[in-house]
């Protein structure tokens, strides 16, 4: 299981993945703007984090069956 799963139906509509950015970002920059960079640079790495996984990762091809977690298929390796 994925930590955040841009294939959720939740996450359809454009508006929430933006969204889904650009709040944690707004938070840091006010966070850093409070003279607390530990947690602006938390919640900036949540938003590149989930950025990345929302727009910029691979996605599957919509008839295409997700693959499964490496760790279904280590242990289903470890039978013998």
Same mark, same amino acid.
């Given at each position: 299981?994925?930590? %955040?799963?841009?294939?959720?139906?939740?996450?359809?509509? %454009?508006? =929430? =993945? +933006?969204?889904?950015?650009?709040?944690?970002?707004?938070?840091?920059?006010?966070?850093?703007?409070?003279?607390?960079?530990?947690?602006? +640079?938390?919640? +900036?790495?949540?938003?590149?984090?989930?950025?990345?996984? %929302?727009? %910029?990762?691979?996605?599957?091809?919509?008839?295409?069956?997700?693959?499964?977690?490496?760790?279904? =298929? *280590? *242990?289903?390796?470890?039978?013998?």
């Amino acid at each position: 299981m994925k930590f %955040l799963d841009p294939q959720h139906p939740f996450f359809k509509p %454009l508006w =929430r =993945r +933006i969204l889904t950015v650009v709040a944690p970002v707004a938070w840091g920059l006010f966070e850093f703007s409070n003279g607390e960079a530990g947690w602006a +640079i938390v919640f +900036i790495g949540a938003a590149a984090y989930a950025g990345y996984e %929302l727009f %910029l990762a691979p996605q599957p091809a919509p008839g295409e069956k997700p693959q499964a977690d490496e760790a279904a =298929r *280590d *242990d289903k390796g470890d039978e013998g």
